[in-house]
Structures are given as structure tokens and as C-alpha cells.
């Protein structure tokens, strides 16, 4: 079958079965078994593909059917131009979270630093820093052994294994070093509002990574105290929040000592990130 055919014949699969991206996605998924960037299918319209990649071709349609996330059957997601590896263990890089990254690097341009990332996940936050602040180090810590692996497999690839460590670790139990900056993109979804994600979400995601408690400050609390004892006295803070939390999240940073520098917002105009200076130890 030529290639056009295919992705068409694809294309209207994933349509029929109320697949809103379903033209994105036949081409992303054919196009990164061929090897060949999603622009070059134009150019190839015409092309016979081999019977090896209309078989897997096929199955990865079907399990796109089954709502699986594309960055899950590619195994990879690009998020700050970088491919970064991604599995089941890990949650899926969101182009939200550039947002925070940018303003860290504008911040510590040309500065060596040493960074920790609470729930590291993939790596893609600290490994992202790094890659910009060629003089700094980093520690990602992580409670699911899978999402360390994976990190740790993403700093290898991205040759920053030895700027970065990645450490399974429980926050309650952290307490090694101080920090110029802490990030965090904890779980902040209320426990009540899961059964709301999308099916995408809620069948391969990792739970343990949204559910962020009843009212979706469980882990965000810990993060902020756990914070103002591991940062510098000056030391940055950017955490990531949830829809409606900017403001309690606001008062906790002030309970525990710190001092909003500037709020993110995402394209809703919803806070999505609020980056705090640590003032004074309580």
C-alpha cells in the first residue's frame, strides 16, 4: 500500500473511533516507524511501505484505539527540543511546563547552581535546566524506581549523566545538601476530580503522579516544607499547581518563609507555576 493511502485509510480508524487528533496522529506514529520527520510524508506520498511497517503500523493504530497516549506507542516526547524516553512510569512531558524552564534559565543564566527536582519523573526539568546551565548539577529524586530508571536512561542520552543524579527517594526522608533551586511538578489533582481525566490519561498514566489528595495540596505541602529547609537562604522554588490552588498555594510559601518572585500562567490564564525566594528559616 502507498503511503498516503495508509495514513489515510489510518487516519479515518482513528476518526471512527472519536479520535479528535486522529489526522496528527496516523502521521506522527507512521512517520517515526520509517525513521523520517512528519514533514517528509508529503514528500514521500507516493512511496510503497514495506509489509514490516504496515504490521506494526497496524498495531499501533489499534493501540491508539484503546486511547494509549501517543508519546507512550512512540516511547518518546519532545519537550524543550529535546526527545525525551518515556514509559508507563513516567507522566508525559506537557509543553506547559516550557513555560517555568524558561524563566529558571532567564534567571540563572551564566550562574553554576545546584538544583534538586522533587518527583522527577523522566527527568525532563532538571535534565532541560542543565542542558541550558552548562556549569551546573543536579539531583532528581522520585518514589517509583521505574521513573529513575527512566531518567537516568534520558541523562545518559542526552550525555548529562554526569552532571545529574537520580535517586529513589521519598521526600519525607530527603535531607542531603542545600539547594540554589528547587522544582517540582508534584501531583495536584484532587482525589474526587480523577475519574474526569480522559481516558488517555486515567488508563496509562501514572496515578501515583496526579492524585495529589482531597484537596490537591497533599504533595504540594510537602514540597514547600520540605523546601524551606533544603534551600538556600535566596534559593529559588518554582513549583507547578493545579486549576484553583494559586491561592492557598500562596499562603503556605508564606507560611514557610518565602517570597513570591512571579507567577506563570498557562494559555487558559489559569497560575500554573509560582517561582518563590526562600527569605528566612522558621
Known amino acids: 500500500m502507498i503511503l498516503e493511502n495508509t495514513i489515510k485509510q489510518a487516519s479515518q480508524i482513528l476518526k471512527n473511533n472519536n479520535i479528535n487528533s486522529h489526522e496528527l496522529d496516523a502521521e506522527l506514529i507512521l512517520s517515526n516507524l520509517m525513521g523520517i520527520k512528519r514533514e517528509s510524508l ?3 506520498n507516493f512511496k510503497n511501505i514495506s509489509n514490516n511497517i504496515k504490521y506494526k503500523y497496524d498495531s499501533a493504530i489499534r493501540r491508539r484505539i484503546k486511547r494509549e497516549p501517543v508519546a ?3 516511547g518518546k516526547k519532545e519537550f524543550w527540543s ?3 524516553i518515556v514509559n508507563q512510569a513516567t507522566l508525559i512531558p506537557r509543553p506547559e511546563t516550557e513555560l517555568m524552564i524558561y524563566k529558571l534559565i532567564k534567571f540563572f543564566k551564566n550562574k ?3 538544583i534538586l527536582d522533587i518527583g522527577t519523573g523522566s527527568g525532563c526539568i532538571l535534565l532541560s535546566i542543565l542542558k541550558e546551565l552548562n556549569s551546573s548539577r543536579g539531583t532528581g529524586i522520585d518514589i517509583s524506581s521505574q521513573a529513575i530508571k527512566m531518567a537516568k536512561i534520558n541523562s545518559e542520552k542526552l550525555n548529562l549523566s554526569c552532571r545529574a543524579n537520580f535517586k529513589v527517594f521519598d521526600i519525607n526522608k ?9 522544582v517540582s511538578n508534584p501531583p495536584y489533582i484532587p482525589t474526587r476530580d480523577i475519574k474526569n481525566l480522559s481516558k488517555d490519561i486515567i488508563n ?6 496526579l492524585n495529589g489528595g482531597h484537596d490537591g495540596l497533599r504533595l504540594i505541602k510537602k514540597v514547600i516544607y520540605k523546601a524551606s529547609s533544603l534551600l538556600k537562604t535566596n534559593g529559588l522554588l518554582a513549583i507547578e499547581i493545579g486549576y484553583g490552588q494559586y491561592r492557598k498555594a500562596s499562603n503556605l510559601l508564606y507560611q514557610y518563609g518565602f517570597k513570591e518572585t512571579c507567577k506563570e500562567y498557562d494559555n487558559n490564564r489559569n497560575v500554573r ?3 518563590s525566594t526562600k527569605i528566612k528559616f522558621l
Do not use: H
Not at 530527603?174 to 528547587?182: E, G, P, S
Not at 496509562?204 to 503522579?209: K, Q, S
Open 204 to 209: 496509562y498514566e501514572p496515578l501515583i503522579a
Open 42 to 44: 508529503i514528500l514521500n
Open 72 to 74: 507512550y506507542i512512540l
Open 273 to 275: 507555576c509560582i517561582i
Open 112 to 114: 553554576k547552581i545546584n
Open 174 to 182: 530527603f535531607d542531603i545538601n542545600k539547594y540554589d533551586l528547587i
Open 82 to 84: 529535546q526527545n525525551f
